[in-house]
């Protein structure tokens, strides 16, 4: 079993800056991939980023390419990620995932809003 707890989210204003991080406690966690997601209020839960195990790999949607950066600290089972440039459309709950060892699991989540 992994607990996800995800922190740092709130209001900022277009063009700034927040970083998330989510921490793991549990079953190891240097053998899960990590991945955040986000849910716009009346949309789908949509892929953000994701890094491997050794942080080896990153990958990220299209739409935060160059603007966001999710990086891992294994040491202190915690996850990151770190948005810049922030635009309205990034609003939503943002939630920290975790796949390994034929499970998945999910943190609570937590708000970010984009607005002037």
């Known amino acids: 079993q992994v607990q996800l707890v995800e922190s740092g989210g709130g209001l900022v204003q277009p063009g700034g800056s927040l970083r998330l991080s989510c921490a793991a406690s549990?079953?190891?966690?240097?053998?899960?991939?990590m991945r955040w997601f986000r849910q716009a209020p009346g949309k789908e839960r949509e892929f953000v980023a994701a890094?491997?195990?050794?942080?080896?790999?990153?990958n990220y949607a299209d739409s935060v390419k160059d603007r966001f950066t999710i990086s891992r600290d294994n040491a202190r089972n915690t996850v990151y990620l770190q948005m810049n440039s922030l635009k309205p459309e990034d609003t939503g709950v943002y939630y920290c995932?975790?796949?390994?060892?034929?499970?998945?699991?999910w943190g609570q989540g937590t708000q970010v809003t984009v607005s002037s």
């Open positions: 890094i491997a195990w050794n942080g080896g790999v990153t």
């Open positions: 549990g079953r190891t966690f240097s053998g899960y991939g």
């Open positions: 995932n975790a796949a390994g060892y034929g499970n998945m699991y």
